[in-house]
């Protein structure tokens, strides 16, 4: 209401100036027909912009702006449906993770990826950290601006692990971006470095107080992941940084917060596969809480659940009201994380897969109906369609080539 109020003293070139500044900003990342930060809430918003400026439908601008808006709707004989973004590069990185866990070749993901990675566009990342070379990956097909962290270290993790020369350079560039994009506590956000300006979000339109993009744990655990992966000597400070994070960041109850997934069980998991990446002992205090935290969610069935209202004020790691239940990406997601804190012959562990064995579908898939991820907690929740599908395969390969070696040792970061 104040700035409304004095916003009539504000001299109209002022504005006028600051507007043209936005419009070229805007300009410069439109992004083609995969639209602003190829996610919908900045594609709507740019349509919408254009159209107030009272830009001509058919305007080059105001058209490929209202194209990627487009492309994202789904549209049945039943329903129709706009989604939020695409995310192929996630999607591709994960099945391949479970692909090579199960033993089928993973060579055409690692090349389709390969071309993926953002090596020459200087994104908005660059402002906090100047000097650093790009090398990451974004989510979607085609979006330079924005690569993040969670996806290149994903991706990263899985062209090591295909163990071709030819990926060598690419792994190195994304280790040298991933390092130049810590923050000064040690920890990783996703798309920025030290973006952790909180009083941002109590500015007006702050509507859902998510302006920023501050480090988080399950970001913070994939990129000690990978780093610890590499096994790089000189790597070992950064790693202890995030893993000191870790420590500091672990909830009472002994899991983690999830950002990116939901919601505990997805943190928990995402820090215990790091923690093993970084040879913190399966005695040691933090993780022996975690799995203590896990056995004690697991349903009675033998597998997790957990919705998203345990980002408002319900208990975590549980699913609420009449329609509780196990999901099997999240089963997976705890029996991945025993497994990580060296809990292979843990009773829960044979239970877990045991659930997810008995609620396979008759191809060889899993389904489940609720969300499972989030894109802002408590406004915009998403759900993966793949992840039922990604995970449990990885579980039970992983459990399975775990039960038929010597070393019951989880040997990857992810």
């Given amino acids: 209401m104040l700035l409304r109020r004095v916003e009539r003293f504000f001299p109209k070139s002022s504005r006028a100036r600051a507007i043209e500044k936005a419009q070229a900003f ?101 402002t906090n950290t100047p000097g650093t070379r ?135 998991w995402s820090v215990l596969c790091a923690l093993n990446a970084a040879g913190v002992a399966p005695d040691d205090v933090m993780v022996k809480r975690a799995v203590g935290w896990l056995v004690n969610k697991q349903r009675p069935d033998g597998g997790w659940g957990e919705d998203c209202e345990s980002y408002g004020d319900a208990p975590a790691g549980e699913f609420h009201g009449y329609a509780a239940q196990s999901l099997p990406s999240q089963s997976a997601w705890a029996v991945l994380g025993l497994m990580a804190a060296g809990q292979v012959d843990h009773p829960a562990v044979a239970r877990g897969v045991a659930y997810l064995q008995s609620v396979q579908g008759a191809d060889g898939s899993w389904t489940e109906a609720p969300y499972n991820a989030v894109g802002f907690p408590r406004v915009f929740y998403l759900k993966y369609h793949g992840y039922p599908r990604f995970f449990p395969l990885l579980a039970l390969s992983r459990y399975k080539g775990l039960m038929q070696g010597n070393e019951r040792v989880v040997g990857y970061g992810f």
Wanted: aromatic residues 12%.
């Fill in 26 to 126: 805007i300009k410069e990342r439109l992004n083609g027909d995969d639209g602003l930060g190829a996610i919908y809430p900045a594609m709507a918003n740019t349509v919408m912009m254009y159209d107030m400026l009272g830009y001509a439908p058919e305007h080059p601008d105001f058209a490929i702006a209202w194209a990627s808006v487009r492309k994202l709707l789904v549209v049945k004989e039943d329903r129709a449906y706009c989604q939020p973004c695409f995310s192929p590069v996630w999607d591709t990185g994960l099945a391949g993770h479970a692909l090579a866990e199960a033993g089928a070749p993973i060579g055409a993901a690692c090349d389709w990826l390969l071309e993926r990675q953002v090596l020459d566009v200087v994104g908005d990342w660059a």
């Fill in 134 to 268: 790009p090398g990451g990956w974004a989510f979607q097909y085609n979006n330079p601006h924005y690569p993040d962290v969670d996806d290149t270290a994903v991706v990263g993790m899985l062209l090591h692990r295909a163990g071709d020369a030819k990926y060598a350079q690419a792994i190195s560039r994304a280790r040298e971006w991933i390092l130049g994009m810590q923050s000064t506590n040690g920890a990783w956000g996703a798309f920025d470095i030290n973006n952790d300006r909180q009083y941002l979000n109590h500015i007006p339109f702050a509507d859902h107080g998510a302006l920023l993009d501050p480090p988080t744990e399950d970001v913070t655990a994939r990129c000690i992941s990978f780093l610890a992966q590499l096994g790089n000597a000189e790597d070992k400070a950064a790693i202890s940084r995030g893993v000191a994070y870790l420590r500091k960041t672990q909830m009472p109850d002994g899991s983690w917060f999830g950002r990116w997934g939901t919601n505990y069980i997805y943190g928990t």
